[in-house]
């Protein structure tokens, strides 16, 4: 838990806490101890804080934080702050939330290049309440402090220095001496309370209203800005009463439950059953991604950023350098915005190669396809790339529905294929579906779900149905979003009740923004449905200015006659009676029908569990993370309430509706959905 070094005159104090040092009871109990001791002794000039392996601190601990044990993390950050003799703070890796904090109770910081320092309790929903708020502004001014406690991003230690934060940067070999040395400098004990923060009232107004957008609907970030205006207002003691009462109010609050749940949830999405941590993985140092549309340029950009050569295969003449353009603009925008620096382009763009030359998929370690969503097509793909791969290759398919057992069996090794699937844009979202096949090898499995971690992805398992997790609980929403337009609702309704609940666009707009062609016939003349007859007026979405809605330059949707008059002729086709729908009738139809799928896919063992589909759609379809997901939100709102609004509109959920016998027993008991 804690481990004590004696340098002569000097003792150093280490946080041994693995994974993260987290500030746990405990560990806060020997840590009090420990400095006390070392106070006590007359011949100690100073004490040294650091952390045990790759991390300084992770901050509290989060599954403590509606404890309030002694000794009290802010209690303890006093102590140290208030001792009588030099307190450094070495901070050899990340030092995050309360870690961060009691870094800036000691009197002096010294950081590695390396390290990374932030306050990200507003991800969980809080704020920083061991004092953050207080100190940071009072080391490094109101704006560095604004943005590092409203947005949670960690920054690097060179920033840190500049802004103030820490004192000086020292290589990894040397901070423990450099720390020990600085303790005995004899400078003088700089206490960061007693620093003066001057800020005007007007500089957090300002704040706000800049950030309007930012900050809609969100209790912690609201509540960041007003703990920092305490810090220039009031005394630094009032500062951190005012501190405490804010943190006290968000934490029992439902936005902080939901992104603690998200927080775990993410983490437990990785502990596959079946899965050790001892299996081999395979070795990924070339990519290959077959079809070089949407999707394909998309994934590709993904791997070039970090540094793997990637080859694209088209079969589009055209397609080869519209593939080129399209990954150059990308890259392009993305040093018009300051993301990246020429030279990380250039360096990007010299790894890929883009050909219609199937053959130069030899010496890629991972294949990814991503061509039209059509099975036939993707067999006869699988065939060619089964003859072509490596015999260690591992080959993947990015469909949206299709069964991925169907397109392994056309291969001579099953045990080597399974679904990435990944979500649009797909170098922005940062989920990816890994569909494990019936015969997808474990080490085939865990070497997936590891790059795509490496790429940035949050990588969920999911076994074989129509559409995986997210696309299947997808279905019944939109098959009712559609049902309710010949009803009587309009695109504009449907959308506005889904943003309105949090969604980043509601089922039109994002089909519009995928692509109504994903998944179609192509045939103009065979119409089952309404997108049928939209996509067969060459209306594709927004890609083609036109689908549910007319699009502009400006990409706003407006209301369009056209979709107007053939939900019309739908409604008049089918006998069906215009009527008013409520907006809750559009809540039951669409969000609890896909509580209700979400169900299903738990009890056909697709998803492992309920926290897993949370991520699906937390991180695939911008569910907002306030709400923890939707199964989450179903147990908030009561799966027995579920039940009963689809019990109340079962007339209208049709004749294939059937409600999930997990979640009526689940409801009747008063359970959870997760395996208990
Ligand atoms: N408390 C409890 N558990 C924590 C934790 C924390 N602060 N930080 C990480 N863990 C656990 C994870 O749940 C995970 O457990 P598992 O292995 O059983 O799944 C394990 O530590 C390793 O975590 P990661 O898999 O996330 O490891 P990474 O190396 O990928 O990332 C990290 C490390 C960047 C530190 C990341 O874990 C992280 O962001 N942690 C949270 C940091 C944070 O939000 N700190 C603020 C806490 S709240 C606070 O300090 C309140 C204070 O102001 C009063
Ligand atoms: P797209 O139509 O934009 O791109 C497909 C590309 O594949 C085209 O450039 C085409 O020329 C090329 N292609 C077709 N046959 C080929 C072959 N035999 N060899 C090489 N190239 C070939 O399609 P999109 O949207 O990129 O979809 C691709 C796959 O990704 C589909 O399975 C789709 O279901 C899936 N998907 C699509 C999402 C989306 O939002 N668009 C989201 C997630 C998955």
Same mark, same amino acid.
């Given at each position: $838990?804690?481990g004590?070094?004696?340098?002569?005159?000097?003792?150093?104090?280490?946080?041994?806490?693995?994974?993260v040092?987290?500030?746990?009871?405990?560990?806060?109990?020997?840590?009090?101890?420990?400095?006390?001791?070392?106070?006590?002794?007359p011949?100690?000039?100073?004490?040294? *804080?650091?952390?045990?392996?790759?991390?300084?601190? @992770?901050?509290?601990?989060?599954?403590?934080?509606?404890?309030?044990? %002694?000794?009290?993390?802010?209690?303890?950050?006093?102590?140290?702050?208030?001792?009588?003799?030099?307190? *450094?703070?070495?901070?050899?890796?990340?030092?995050?939330?309360?870690?961060? &904090?009691?870094?800036?109770?000691?009197?002096?910081?010294?950081?590695?290049?390396?390290?990374?320092?932030?306050?990200?309790?507003?991800?969980?929903?809080?704020?920083?309440?061991?004092?953050?708020?207080?100190?940071?502004?009072?080391?490094?001014?109101?704006?560095?402090?604004?943005? $590092?406690?409203?947005?949670?991003?960690?920054i690097?230690?060179?920033?840190?220095?500049?802004?103030?934060?820490?004192?000086?940067?020292?290589?990894?070999d040397?901070?423990?001496?450099?720390?020990?040395?600085y303790?005995?400098?004899?400078?003088?004990?700089?206490?960061?309370?007693?620093?003066?923060?001057?800020?005007?009232d007007?500089?957090?107004?300002?704040?706000?209203s800049?950030?309007?957008?930012?900050?809609?609907?969100?209790?912690?970030? !609201?509540?960041?800005?007003?703990?920092?205006?305490?810090?220039?207002?009031?005394?630094?003691?009032?500062?951190?009463?005012?501190?405490?009462?804010?943190?006290?109010?968000?934490?029992?609050?439902?936005?902080?439950?939901?992104?603690?749940?998200?927080?775990?949830?993410?983490?437990?999405?990785?502990?596959?059953? @079946?899965l050790?941590?001892?299996? !081999?993985?395979?070795?990924?140092?070339?990519?290959?991604?077959?079809?070089?549309?949407?999707m394909?340029?998309?994934?590709?950009?993904?791997?070039?950023?970090?540094? *793997?050569?990637?080859?694209?295969?088209?079969?589009?003449? %055209?397609?080869?350098?519209?593939?080129?353009?399209?990954i150059?603009?990308?890259?392009?925008? #993305?040093?018009?915005?300051?993301?990246?620096?020429?030279?990380?382009?250039?360096?990007?763009?010299?790894?890929?190669?883009?050909?219609?030359?199937?053959?130069?998929l030899?010496?890629?370690?991972?294949?990814?396809?991503?061509?039209?969503?059509?099975? &036939?097509?993707?067999?006869?793909?699988?065939?060619?790339?089964?003859?072509? #791969?490596?015999?260690?290759?591992?080959?993947a398919?990015?469909?949206?529905? +299709?069964?991925?057992n169907?397109?392994?069996?056309?291969?001579?090794?099953?045990?080597?294929?399974?679904?990435l699937?990944?979500?649009?844009? !797909?170098?922005? $979202?940062?989920?990816?579906?890994?569909?494990?096949?019936?015969?997808?090898?474990? %080490?085939?499995?865990?070497?997936?779900?590891?790059?795509?971690?490496?790429?940035?992805?949050?990588?969920?398992?999911?076994?074989?149905?129509?559409?995986?997790?997210?696309?299947?609980?997808?279905?019944?929403?939109?098959?009712?979003?559609? #049902?309710?337009?010949?009803?009587?609702?309009?695109?504009?309704?449907?959308?506005?009740?889904?943003?309105?609940?949090?969604?980043? $666009?509601?089922?039109?707009?994002?089909?519009?923004?995928?692509?109504?062609?994903?998944?179609w016939?192509?045939?103009?003349?065979?119409?089952?449905?309404?997108?049928?007859?939209?996509?067969?007026?060459?209306?594709?979405?927004?890609?083609?200015?036109?689908?549910?809605?007319?699009?502009?330059?400006?990409?706003?949707?407006?209301?369009?006659?056209?979709?107007?008059?053939?939900?019309?002729?739908?409604?008049?086709?089918?006998?069906?009676?215009?009527?008013?729908?409520?907006?809750?009738? *559009?809540?039951?139809?669409? +969000?609890?029908?896909?509580?209700?799928?979400?169900?299903k896919?738990?009890?056909?063992?697709?998803?492992?569990?309920?926290?897993?589909?949370?991520?699906?759609?937390?991180?695939?379809?911008?569910?907002?993370?306030?709400?923890?997901?939707?199964?989450?939100?179903?147990?908030?709102?009561?799966?027995?309430?579920?039940?009963?609004?689809?019990?109340?509109?079962? %007339?209208?959920?049709g004749?294939?509706?059937?409600?999930?016998?997990?979640?009526?027993?689940?409801?009747?008991?008063?359970?959870?959905?997760?395996?208990?």
């Amino acid at each position: $838990m804690l481990g004590v070094v004696h340098h002569d005159d000097v003792v150093e104090i280490v946080l041994a806490n693995p994974p993260v040092n987290a500030l746990s009871v405990q560990l806060r109990s020997a840590l009090a101890k420990a400095l006390s001791d070392a106070l006590s002794f007359p011949h100690v000039r100073g004490v040294v *804080i650091r952390g045990q392996g790759s991390f300084f601190c @992770g901050g509290a601990d989060i599954n403590e934080l509606e404890q309030h044990n %002694d000794p009290w993390l802010p209690d303890l950050i006093d102590r140290i702050e208030a001792a009588g003799k030099p307190v *450094i703070a070495a901070i050899q890796g990340d030092a995050l939330g309360g870690g961060l &904090e009691l870094a800036m109770g000691c009197h002096y910081r010294l950081a590695t290049p390396s390290a990374k320092l932030g306050l990200p309790e507003v991800k969980l929903g809080i704020l920083p309440g061991a004092g953050g708020t207080q100190r940071l502004p009072r080391l490094a001014g109101a704006e560095t402090a604004l943005d $590092m406690i409203v947005w949670g991003e960690p920054i690097s230690a060179l920033r840190a220095l500049e802004r103030g934060i820490v004192d000086r940067i020292v290589d990894q070999d040397r901070i423990v001496a450099e720390a020990v040395a600085y303790a005995r400098s004899g400078q003088g004990i700089r206490r960061t309370r007693e620093l003066p923060f001057v800020a005007s009232d007007e500089a957090f107004d300002l704040f706000k209203s800049k950030n309007t957008r930012r900050l809609r609907g969100l209790h912690a970030p !609201a509540a960041c800005v007003e703990a920092v205006r305490a810090a220039a207002q009031l005394s630094f003691d009032e500062g951190l009463r005012r501190e405490h009462e804010l943190f006290i109010g968000l934490v029992k609050g439902e936005q902080s439950l939901a992104l603690r749940h998200l927080f775990f949830a993410e983490r437990s999405a990785r502990k596959i059953e @079946g899965l050790g941590k001892d299996i !081999a993985r395979r070795t990924i140092r070339k990519v290959g991604v077959i079809g070089g549309g949407t999707m394909g340029t998309g994934i590709s950009i993904n791997f070039l950023s970090r540094g *793997i050569p990637l080859t694209i295969i088209e079969m589009d003449p %055209d397609g080869v350098a519209r593939a080129r353009n399209f990954i150059t603009a990308s890259y392009n925008t #993305a040093i018009a915005k300051g993301n990246l620096s020429e030279d990380q382009v250039e360096k990007a763009l010299s790894l890929l190669e883009v050909t219609h030359d199937f053959s130069a998929l030899s010496g890629c370690d991972l294949v990814i396809e991503a061509v039209y969503e059509d099975i &036939e097509l993707k067999k006869d793909v699988f065939r060619r790339l089964d003859r072509i #791969a490596d015999s260690s290759a591992i080959l993947a398919t990015n469909t949206s529905f +299709l069964d991925v057992n169907k397109i392994a069996a056309v291969t001579s090794r099953p045990n080597d294929v399974l679904g990435l699937h990944f979500f649009s844009p !797909a170098n922005i $979202m940062k989920l990816v579906e890994v569909v494990r096949g019936t015969e997808t090898g474990p %080490d085939v499995l865990a070497t997936a779900i590891e790059v795509s971690r490496k790429i940035g992805k949050v990588p969920v398992v999911a076994g074989v149905c129509d559409g995986f997790i997210g696309n299947r609980m997808l279905t019944p929403r939109q098959a009712n979003a559609e #049902a309710m337009l010949v009803e009587g609702a309009t695109p504009e309704q449907i959308d506005r009740v889904h943003i309105d609940f949090g969604m980043p $666009m509601g089922p039109f707009q994002m089909l519009d923004l995928a692509g109504l062609d994903v998944g179609w016939h192509r045939n103009p003349a065979r119409i089952d449905n309404i997108k049928d007859a939209i996509c067969s007026r060459g209306r594709l979405g927004q890609k083609t200015k036109a689908g549910f809605y007319d699009y502009g330059d400006d990409r706003k949707p407006r209301p369009s006659e056209v979709v107007e008059q053939i939900v019309g002729e739908f409604r008049e086709r089918a006998g069906i009676p215009l009527r008013r729908i409520a907006d809750e009738e *559009i809540v039951v139809r669409t +969000l609890y029908t896909m509580v209700n799928e979400g169900a299903k896919i738990l009890e056909e063992g697709i998803a492992q569990r309920a926290s897993d589909i949370n991520v699906v759609w937390v991180y695939g379809y911008g569910w907002p993370r306030h709400k923890g997901g939707p199964m989450y939100w179903a147990e908030r709102i009561g799966l027995q309430t579920i039940v009963d609004g689809l019990t109340r509109y079962r %007339d209208r959920l049709g004749s294939t509706f059937t409600l999930s016998p997990l979640l009526k027993k689940r409801a009747a008991e008063g359970r959870s959905l997760n395996n208990e």
